[in-house]
């Protein structure tokens, strides 16, 4: 029976260890004092976002994070932690959790890791400003675009002025 119980918790472990390798970005949290319809808003949200929002045993979450390697994280998982692991968008968790921690002061950001490094909660709160990803290809295509836009306007200006010239 003992080794059964020691399998499934290791194969726990596992999970979550490549939980940790696959995420762009991991955020822990404290959720206690938050009511059954903020947590499912809150899951929504995230899930929309295309983030996975778990909570696991701390212990679970110790041994994975020093499996990966992250041994920075260990002071976050006390107490009630949900852990949410985006793949897609990295900005999209702190983002999601950042704004929903401003309307609910019972949700509390604990810390994280970003691209496989251990982040600050003034890193993660820095990050949660940022696009998402959309608005961060809307930005570098428009600044790609201004060197061609200005070159146009510069030879139709030219232009222009060699018709008045002209006439």
């Given at each position: 029976m003992s080794?059964e119980?020691?399998a499934?918790?290791a194969?726990?472990?596992?999970?979550?260890?490549?939980?940790?390798?696959?995420?762009?970005?991991?955020?822990?949290?404290?959720?206690?004092g938050?009511?059954?319809?903020?947590?499912?808003?809150l899951?929504?949200?995230?899930?929309?976002?295309?983030?996975?929002m778990?909570?696991?045993?701390?212990t679970?979450?110790?041994?994975?994070?020093?499996?990966?390697g992250?041994?920075?994280?260990?002071?976050?998982?006390?107490?009630p932690?949900?852990v949410?692991?985006?793949?897609?968008?990295?900005t999209?968790?702190?983002?999601?959790?950042?704004?929903?921690?401003?309307?609910?002061?019972?949700l509390?950001?604990?810390?994280?890791?970003?691209?496989?490094?251990?982040?600050?909660?003034?890193?993660i709160?820095?990050?949660?400003?940022l696009?998402n990803?959309?608005?961060?290809?809307?930005?570098l295509?428009?600044?790609l675009?201004?060197p061609?836009?200005?070159?146009?306007?510069a030879?139709?200006?030219?232009?222009?002025?060699?018709?008045?010239?002209?006439?």
């Amino acid at each position: 029976m003992s080794k059964e119980i020691n399998a499934k918790k290791a194969a726990i472990v596992e999970e979550v260890f490549e939980k940790f390798n696959n995420a762009s970005s991991v955020v822990v949290v404290d959720y206690r004092g938050l009511t059954v319809d903020e947590v499912t808003e809150l899951r929504k949200e995230l899930r929309e976002a295309g983030v996975e929002m778990r909570v696991i045993k701390n212990t679970f979450l110790r041994r994975a994070a020093d499996k990966a390697g992250y041994e920075g994280l260990d002071e976050t998982f006390t107490g009630p932690t949900a852990v949410a692991f985006g793949s897609e968008d990295a900005t999209a968790p702190a983002r999601i959790f950042s704004k929903f921690a401003e309307d609910h002061e019972a949700l509390t950001i604990k810390g994280g890791m970003i691209d496989g490094k251990v982040v600050t909660l003034d890193e993660i709160h820095a990050l949660a400003k940022l696009p998402n990803r959309e608005g961060m290809l809307s930005m570098l295509c428009s600044v790609l675009q201004a060197p061609v836009r200005n070159f146009a306007y510069a030879v139709k200006a030219v232009a222009d002025s060699k018709d008045e010239s002209a006439a």
